[in-house]
C-alpha cells in the first residue's frame, strides 16, 4: 500500500485538487438529498443514516469513497446556515473567501505555541488582533475558541489583577458561560442583577455595588443570546466608575456592529470596559472558531506567561524569537486569525459594515411582516438582527410544538427564548442574501403548524 499524499509541499497542490473536488460535489449532492435547512425526520433517523454511511469505524482494509460518502452524509444530515429557514441561532454561514483562507490554514497547519511552528501566522496574529482592538477603543486582543473561553479568560484576568479573588455582578440576561466561568475558576457565587425586559437594570445594578464590599467584576452585556438585546453600557460603565469596579462587556454578538458607520452607535460605553468579548463566527461570517478577548491594558496579560524550556527557552526569547505561550490558555492553536485578516482585507470597513447592516435590516423587515399579521404577536423591533415572535394566543406548549414540529419535519430551523415569562420563537438573521419572500415563508410555516 503507497503512502497517502500530504496537504502541503511541493506535492500538496496536486494531491489536493482532485480531492476538493470529491468535497465540493459531496456537499452539492448531500444538500439536493437533505432538500432543506435540515433532514427531516428527527434525532433517530439522522442518527441511523450516519451510521450506515459509516459503517465499520477503522474496518481492516480502508475504503477509497469514505471521504465522498462521509461528506455526503454529514451535509445530508446538516442544518445549513445558509439557507434562509435556518435561523434559528447565531450560527452564521460562513463567508466563501474566509472558508477559502481555513483550507490553507489547515493546509500549512501552523500550531502558535511557538514561533519556529509558525514565524507569519504570529506576526499576522499580532498585526491583526492589535487592530481589531483598537476598533473598539481598547489596545489588544487574544485569540479564542468563542465567547466561552473569552469570557472565562476575562474572569481569569479579574481574579488576577484583585490578587486572586474577585466576585461577578452580572444581569439576569448574562449568557451562561460567566457564571459558569466564575465556578470553574473558584470564585464567589455571582451576584445576580434583575435585567426587566431583558436588559440589566442600571439602579439595581447600583444598589447591588453601594451593598457590596470586596473586589468586584461588573459583566454587561452588547447583544443578549435569546433576544440580541444591548445593555446601557454608557451608563454602567458610569457605575462602575464611580463604585471603582472593573468592567467586563460580553460583545459576542453584538460587537460585529463596530464594522456598521449605521449601528456602531449601539456599542457607545464599550471603550471603557477593561476586558471586551468579541464573536466573528456570529456577526462577522467566519467559520468557527473566531473568538477574541479584547483587553485594555495588555499588561494584564503577562499572568497568563507560562515558561516551556521546549517551546520558549529564556535565551531563545532573549535572541529575539517572540514567546507566544502567554497569548492563551491553551497550547496548540491554529491560526484563526488568517481568515479573520482575509475577510477584512477583501471586504474592506465598507463591504463588512455592509453585510452588518443588510442583516440588520432583514431582521427590521421580518418583524415589520410578523407586526402586520394577524395571526402572530411580535415582542418587539430588533436591536441587532434577532426577532422574537410567536402565535397570537397560544400558550408556551404549542409555541413549543410548533418549533419542534417544524424541526422533525426539516422545513424549517427556529429557536426559543423565554423573556418577561413566557415563550417566544427566534429567529435570527445572519444570512445576507436573505430575501423578503423567504421571511414571508418563514411565517407562513408557522402559521401553517400553528394548532387551531
Known sequence: MSTPPLASGPDGPGALRPLLDTVLDALASGGRARGGPLPAGGPEVVAARVADALGDVLPKDGDPDALRALVHALAAGAADPA??????????????????????????????????????????????????????????????????????????????????????????????????????????????????????????????????????????TAGTTDAGLIDPLTEIAGLCGVHGVRLHIDAAYGGGLAFSERHRGKLAGLDAAHTVTLDLHKLGWQP???????????????????????????????????DLL????????????????????????????ALVDQVCARAREFAALVQGHPRLELYDRPVISTVLFRPAGADDDAVAAVRRRLLHEGRAVLGRARLDGRLWLKATILNPHTRPDELAQLLALVEGTTPR
Open 83 to 220: 439557507d434562509p429557514l435556518c435561523a434559528a441561532h447565531l450560527h452564521c454561514p460562513p463567508l466563501a473567501v474566509a472558508t477559502a483562507a481555513d483550507l490553507a490554514a489547515s493546509v500549512l497547519n501552523p500550531s502558535l505555541d511557538s514561533w519556529d511552528q509558525a514565524p507569519a501566522a504570529s506576526a499576522l496574529e499580532a498585526e491583526v488582533t492589535r487592530a481589531l482592538a483598537r476598533e473598539i477603543g481598547l489596545a489588544d486582543a487574544l485569540v479564542t475558541t468563542g465567547g466561552t473561553e473569552s469570557n472565562q479568560l476575562a474572569l481569569l484576568l479579574a481574579r488576577e489583577a484583585h490578587g486572586g479573588s474577585v466576585r461577578l455582578v452580572c444581569g439576569a440576561n448574562a449568557h451562561h458561560s460567566l457564571p459558569r466561568a466564575a465556578w470553574l475558576l473558584g470564585l464567589p457565587e455571582p451576584v445576580v442583577v434583575p435585567a426587566p425586559g431583558g436588559v440589566l437594570d442600571p439602579a439595581a445594578l447600583d444598589a447591588a455595588l453601594s451593598a457590596l464590599s470586596g473586589p468586584l467584576l461588573v459583566a454587561a
Open 288 to 322: 468557527a472558531a473566531a473568538g477574541l478577548l479584547a483587553v485594555a491594558r495588555p499588561p494584564e496579560l503577562a499572568v497568563l506567561h507560562q515558561h516551556a524550556d521546549y517551546l520558549n527557552a529564556d535565551d531563545d526569547t532573549e535572541a529575539g524569537l517572540p
Open 326 to 353: 502567554g497569548r492563551s490558555l491553551r497550547t496548540t492553536r491554529r491560526p484563526d486569525i488568517l481568515k479573520i485578516a482575509v475577510t477584512l482585507k477583501t471586504l474592506g470597513r465598507t463591504g463588512t459594515g
